[in-house]
């Protein structure tokens, strides 16, 4: 399968949802940097468009194509947030975080009126926990957060789980915000709405990579053309 070409065609469906003066939530990652690359030709063509992207990355592709950037306040509506996926189950909940924005995604998901979600037909899955998920926790006291992680998971039955912290080239993942992250290998949650819930009441834990009931729609894409999950 051609998986970019594949989220290219998701990206051109989701593009369709877009109208002039929108303000737009861009999502992070390699799926939805086609949606933004999308976005940067319909400014180029005049449309009035504004972005919230959600890490660092996107938010210099925005400048560079020309998509005016806002800092948001109280006042601000995100009229559609659009961005990727690792896993998506039937029930439309999602794991996120591959690119370790998954904080800032789930801010902006939550406040956008409609949440689209791109991704190429891979990423649809019977039941979460094959990709392992991601969790965002505070650097302060960060051994103590993953002690109460561990014992969280095992009484959520996950009682052998393995966790990482995530790494690259000998130092730990920082997010955009200075986080870490810490990458839960569960192999199947059958119930990600409960194990959302208790990892976020966890102290030092910043946001856990499960959208659950956050999605409006998602588009699948491969080579031979586009499907769409809806509620």
């Known amino acids: 399968m051609d998986k970019d070409r594949g989220k290219r065609l998701a990206a051109e469906e989701a593009a369709k949802h877009v109208e002039r003066g929108m303000t737009l939530g861009l999502g992070t990652g390699s799926t939805a940097a086609h949606f933004v690359d999308i976005m940067g030709v319909r400014v180029a063509e005049g449309w009035s468009l504004k972005g919230v992207p959600t890490s660092e990355e996107t938010r210099r592709q925005a400048e560079r194509l020309g998509i005016e950037i ?23 909940n999602l794991i996120k975080g591959g690119g370790a924005a998954l904080l800032r995604e789930k801010v902006v998901a939550h406040a956008a009126k409609k949440f689209i ?20 926790i505070s650097p302060f006291g960060w051994a103590l957060t993953v002690a109460a992680i561990r014992k969280t998971l095992a009484g959520q039955g996950f009682d052998k789980s ?8 000998g130092a730990a993942v920082k997010t955009d915000g200075g986080n870490l992250i810490i990458d839960c290998a569960l192999a199947r949650i059958d119930d990600p709405a409960r194990l959302e819930k208790a990892l976020n009441a966890i102290p030092g834990v910043m946001e856990c990579g499960l959208f659950c009931a956050m999605t409006d729609m998602i588009i699948y894409g491969d080579e031979d053309g586009i499907s769409i999950a809806a509620p």
């Open 70 to 92: 806002i800092e948001p306040d109280e006042t601000t509506v995100i009229d559609l947030a659009v961005d990727g996926a690792d896993e998506a189950d039937p029930n439309l």
């Open 117 to 136: 979600v791109i991704a190429d037909k891979s990423k649809r899955v019977a039941a979460l926990g094959a990709f392992p998920l991601p969790v965002e």
């Open 162 to 169: 393995e966790l990482t912290l995530r790494a690259a080239d």
